[in-house]
């Protein structure tokens, strides 16, 4: 049973545009949620990260919405450049208390940046 | 300042066979993780090491595998008698510490290809 999902496993965009990355959970317990991009042959690296009691992080050219009610959340890129060409995971942890803080991953969206 | 680093690289290994894989975390990192990742599947977590606590293995997929984590720096994964179905990407990852209420983010080594024909 996923309990992180990424429905879309590839996304085209023109360079300029923006992209827009989605990402479900089920599980009510994730507090903290991230986006990781991986190049191939090269571990993911971490972009930018959102806790549950915001609904809006910035950083740059990168944005995490969260939408807790509807248990969603997204990442736009603006405006998309070809080295953003890469596969975007979404990940969710459970940081409240004591645990491991282990993240579960969503299996990945592939997105290209057409020059 | 180095990054987490795995080795081996890639890795061969007939069924039936045991592999050992290592991971360096960063230093001064305490947390340290394992995932794997099979084809065309997200990250699955394997094991959690937080200093000198005893490991999370909640995510260890069978008994033939198991992770060391040597003076709090260094981790082996050792895969005991390899299926074909362990062939994945193992990742390493470390982080700041897993103290209750706080959290660092993880920071992920380059992988370790694991085929087992």
């Known amino acids: 049973d996923q309990q992180v999902k990424q429905n879309s496993p590839s996304l085209s965009v023109q360079e300029g545009r923006i992209s827009i990355l989605n990402c479900d959970y089920t599980?009510?317990?994730?507090?903290?949620f991230l986006w990781y991009k991986k190049y191939p042959a090269e571990g993911p690296t971490f972009l930018i990260s959102?806790?549950?009691?915001?609904d809006k992080n910035e950083d740059g050219r990168f944005t995490v919405f969260l939408n807790k009610s509807a248990k969603h959340l997204s990442l736009h890129i603006v405006p998309s450049q070809p080295g953003d060409s890469a596969v975007y995971f979404c990940?969710?942890?459970?940081?409240?208390?004591?645990?491991?803080?282990?993240?579960?991953f969503g299996k990945g969206t592939k997105l290209s940046v057409i020059p | 300042g180095a990054g987490v680093s795995q080795s081996p690289s890639n890795k061969v290994t007939e069924k039936g066979k045991d592999v050992e894989l290592r991971c360096d975390p960063i230093s001064g990192h305490t947390a340290l993780y394992w995932y794997r990742q099979s084809l065309g599947q997200g990250l699955e977590f394997l094991i959690y090491f937080q200093g000198n606590s005893a490991p999370d293995k909640s995510g260890l997929p069978s008994d033939r595998f198991s992770a060391e984590r040597t003076g709090g720096s260094v981790s082996t994964l050792t895969i005991q008698r390899t299926q074909q179905e362990d062939s994945a990407v193992y990742l390493c990852?470390?982080?700041?510490?897993?103290?209750?209420?706080?959290?660092?983010?993880?920071?992920f080594g380059p992988g370790t290809r694991l085929t087992v024909t």
């Open positions: 990940a969710a942890s459970v940081r409240s208390g004591a645990g491991s803080y282990q993240l579960t």
């Open positions: 990852a470390s982080s700041l510490g897993g103290l209750a209420g706080q959290s660092y983010e993880q920071y």
């Open positions: 599980n009510s317990m994730f507090d903290y």
């Open positions: 959102i806790s549950s009691i915001k």
